[in-house]
């Protein structure tokens, strides 16, 4: 069969064609994280301060959704009740739709702050309707705050968050004020510090460098506080997406609502320590965006906003597109490196695949993750090692990315599928532990993980092929870590697997409550 396309030259001219164009459009988006890079330090000294501060503080109410999250909803609780701010300025809702015993773990922790004087509700609704957008509406049409400040239930909100943000809000046109993430459990493994330094790209570079510079940015769906006149007049919360903070940021900006990053200001919060939680957590984020492209941009596009809005909108909005195209190069690998060795051993020809995999595996990403690295700890030397192993996991995690994406242009909403919270706060090992229970009532082997290691093998393949008659190129390097990565997520979600289904007695007993970290133990008001 490939003789026949080697004796078909317009085959092959079509074949390189198809090939050349989804790489110009990776490509593309790499070079578009050259431009947050600029735009970051091109304005980097545009520092938001509040304008003002208010004579009296206005009320506020603090809501914590959360479905299911026995791990660790007694502590976002604990921590929430020990942010400084007045009481009776002060309400807490705990947006409970769970199914299993952290409601009553909920609930108890609820009655105990009440009885030391906070205004806490616990609300729970008869069903799930909408997810977590479902609950923000229900709470919100019974809230009293003026401003609304939203955590998940993984998260510590720092005692001074309301007095760092609320101030903000004198100038009547902000609409949000974003903090940034920073995370409990950074160093707990390769994985996770893998994931911090994925996270702080998007915060602290893209978050930055659109806000900055006057593009929209997008609330995160926890860490920010909403003037709820801002939330009303956007349209509320709808729950057509799965990235319903994505959807409720364009719409309210749209109407001409400010926001306000703060990279200064951090909340800590747990990153999933095991590959299955990190990949139903990328699943819904490109499925969210892939819905929230498809629902609102359309609309930017067509409207009257400045042109540099709507190019970044078009790039931010558009960005999950690159898992598709990274998908459709790794299959294409093959027939461009067997076309390279038999076919073209002289001329530009014969650079293709060189090129490509370059710069799949280079464009933009890291000066882009390195410029986040030297911002936030003023160096880069610690996390340069860790870039290698951000490109291979951000290759092998794009076919489920890709599987999302389609799903959200052309599937139906589907289904919240929370990240699984496991209440570490560090280099700890409880979370194997509740990894086992989880897997043991939720988990079974799904086909994507064998066909991601064939995919691995299949680049194996591309690999031996390039090295089979001395072609040993530049490209080589980069596609070993594409191999990595398709090998290093199966096998990482088998042994999760693996883990989740031994016996329930070897289980029995072991579940330990995560303790709060120590600046945020519960005290006796």
């Not at 304005?43 to 479905?67: D, E, G």
């Not at 009740?81 to 007045?86: E, K, M, N, T």
């Not at 806490?120 to 909408?130: L, T």
């Not at 957008?133 to 705050?145: D, K, M, V």
Request: aromatic residues 12%.
């Amino acid at each position: 069969m490939m003789d026949r396309l080697l004796a078909n030259e317009w085959a092959v001219n079509g074949f390189l064609a198809a090939y050349l164009i989804v790489l110009t459009l990776v490509c593309i988006y790499g070079l578009h994280r050259y431009q947050l890079v600029h735009l970051y330090y091109k304005y980097r000294r545009n520092t938001p301060s509040p304008r003002a501060c208010f004579r009296v503080l206005p009320r506020v109410t603090i809501q914590l959704p959360m479905f299911n999250e026995q791990a660790v909803a007694r502590r976002i609780i604990d921590a929430t009740c020990q942010v400084d701010y007045p009481r009776d300025r002060l309400e807490i809702q705990v947006l409970d739709d769970s199914t299993d015993e952290s409601v009553e773990i909920a609930r108890r922790a609820v009655e105990h702050w009440r009885e030391q004087g906070f205004d806490i509700k616990y609300i729970r609704r008869p069903n799930r309707e909408g997810f977590k957008a479902g609950a923000l509406a229900n709470g919100l049409a019974q809230a009293a705050g003026e401003f609304i400040l939203i955590f998940d239930a993984d998260f510590l909100p720092p005692p001074q968050i309301l007095r760092e943000t609320i101030h903000y809000f004198t100038e009547p046109r902000v609409g949000m004020v974003q903090a940034r993430w920073e995370h409990l459990n950074r160093q707990q493994s390769l994985l996770t510090k893998t994931q911090a330094i994925l996270l702080d790209g998007h915060f602290v570079i893209e978050h930055a460098a659109r806000n900055r510079s006057g593009r929209f940015m997008s609330f995160n769906g926890t860490a920010g506080l909403w003037r709820r006149t801002c939330i009303d007049d956007a349209g509320g919360w709808q729950h057509d997406t799965l990235t319903e903070d994505l959807d409720l940021s364009y719409r309210a900006q749209m109407r001409g609502w400010k926001f306000v990053f703060l990279p200064d200001l951090t909340s800590p919060a747990e990153l999933p320590p095991d590959m299955d939680g990190f990949k139903q957590q990328q699943y819904r984020w490109a499925k969210g965006g892939a819905q929230t492209c498809r629902k609102l941009l359309p609309t930017v596009l067509r409207s009257r906003l400045p042109k540099r809005i709507k190019l970044e909108a078009f790039f931010h909005l558009t960005s999950c597109t690159v898992y598709p195209y990274v998908v459709l190069l790794t299959l294409m690998l093959y027939p461009v490196v067997y076309l390279k060795v038999h076919l073209f051993d002289e001329g530009w020809a014969r650079y293709v695949f060189d090129a490509s995999v370059l710069l799949m595996a280079t464009c933009g990403a890291t000066s882009f993750y390195i410029a986040s690295q030297r911002a936030q700890f003023k160096t880069w030397a610690d996390s340069i090692k860790y870039i290698p192993f951000l490109m291979s996991l951000g290759i092998g995690i794009s076919l489920n990315n890709a599987r999302a994406v389609l799903a959200g242009f052309f599937g139906k909403p589907g289904e919240f599928v929370r990240t699984p919270k496991f209440g570490v706060t560090g280099q700890d090992t409880h979370w194997k532990r509740d990894v086992q229970a989880s897997r043991k009532r939720n988990g079974r082997i799904r086909l994507q993980p064998f066909v991601e290691l064939a995919m691995g093998l299949y680049l194996l393949a591309c690999l031996l092929l390039c090295l089979k008659d001395g072609k040993v190129t530049v490209g080589v390097p980069f596609l070993c870590l594409f191999m990595v990565g398709y090998l290093y997520v199966p096998l990482t979600t088998w042994f999760g697997h693996r883990l989740g289904h031994r016996s329930v007695e070897d289980l029995a007993g072991r579940h330990e409550p995560s303790a709060v970290p120590a600046p945020f133990r519960t005290r006796t008001p």
